[in-house]
C-alpha cells in the first residue's frame, strides 16, 4: 500500500503544458485586445497640444458633406472648433499636416489653435471631396 503525500500533486505533463500553452494564448490576446483600445482611444498629439485655449473662438459645421463655412479668416491664437452635425462621420485634416482629428461621430468635435499666420487647407479624409480653408492673418 502507498500513502501519497496530499500537498504534493503532480499532474499530467502533456495535459499541464497544453494548458499551460493555452493560458499563455489567452493573456497574449488580452494584453494585445488592451493595448489596441488604449491606442484607439488615445488622441492624436497635435490634437493634445493644441486643444482650445482661453482666446479668440471660431466654430466650422460639417452638414451635408460640407464644411460650413466653407472659409473663415482668423487672428493668430483663435481656436478653431469643428462640429459634425450629420449621422456620417467626417475627419478634418490639414494637407500640410499640421493639425488632424481623429473620426468624428455624429454631435462630436475638434478643436485646434491656430498660432501662425498663414493659409490652411484641409478636407475630410474620408470625403475628399470635402474641403475648406483656415487663414490666419495678424489683426490690424
Given at each position: 500500500?502507498?500513502?501519497?503525500?496530499?500537498?504534493?500533486?503532480v499532474?499530467?505533463?502533456?495535459?499541464?503544458?497544453?494548458i499551460?500553452?493555452?493560458?499563455?494564448?489567452?493573456?497574449?490576446?488580452?494584453?494585445?485586445t488592451?493595448?489596441?483600445a488604449?491606442?484607439?482611444f488615445?488622441?492624436c498629439?497635435?490634437e493634445?497640444?493644441?486643444?482650445?485655449g482661453a482666446?479668440?473662438?471660431a466654430?466650422?459645421?460639417?452638414?451635408h458633406n460640407?464644411?460650413i463655412?466653407?472659409?473663415?479668416?482668423?487672428v493668430?491664437g483663435?481656436?478653431v472648433?469643428?462640429?459634425?452635425?450629420e449621422?456620417?462621420?467626417?475627419?478634418?485634416?490639414?494637407?500640410?499636416k499640421?493639425?488632424?482629428?481623429?473620426?468624428?461621430?455624429?454631435?462630436?468635435s475638434?478643436?485646434?489653435?491656430?498660432?501662425?499666420?498663414g493659409d490652411y487647407?484641409?478636407l475630410?479624409?474620408?470625403h475628399p471631396?470635402?474641403?475648406?480653408?483656415?487663414?490666419v492673418k495678424p489683426?490690424?
Amino acid at each position: 500500500m502507498k500513502i501519497r503525500d496530499p500537498m504534493r500533486f503532480v499532474a499530467n505533463p502533456e495535459i499541464s503544458s497544453s494548458i499551460g500553452c493555452k493560458s499563455q494564448s489567452v493573456l497574449r490576446v488580452l494584453r494585445l485586445t488592451a493595448l489596441f483600445a488604449a491606442l484607439a482611444f488615445t488622441p492624436c498629439l497635435a490634437e493634445e497640444a493644441n486643444n482650445a485655449g482661453a482666446g479668440p473662438a471660431a466654430t466650422v459645421s460639417m452638414e451635408h458633406n460640407t464644411f460650413i463655412p466653407g472659409e473663415i479668416t482668423v487672428v493668430p491664437g483663435t481656436t478653431v472648433t469643428w462640429v459634425n452635425k450629420e449621422a456620417m462621420p467626417h475627419t478634418v485634416v490639414d494637407i500640410n499636416k499640421g493639425f488632424r482629428s481623429k473620426t468624428l461621430a455624429k454631435d462630436t468635435s475638434f478643436s485646434f489653435t491656430f498660432a501662425t499666420a498663414g493659409d490652411y487647407d484641409y478636407l475630410c479624409s474620408i470625403h475628399p471631396n470635402m474641403k475648406g480653408k483656415v487663414i490666419v492673418k495678424p489683426a490690424g
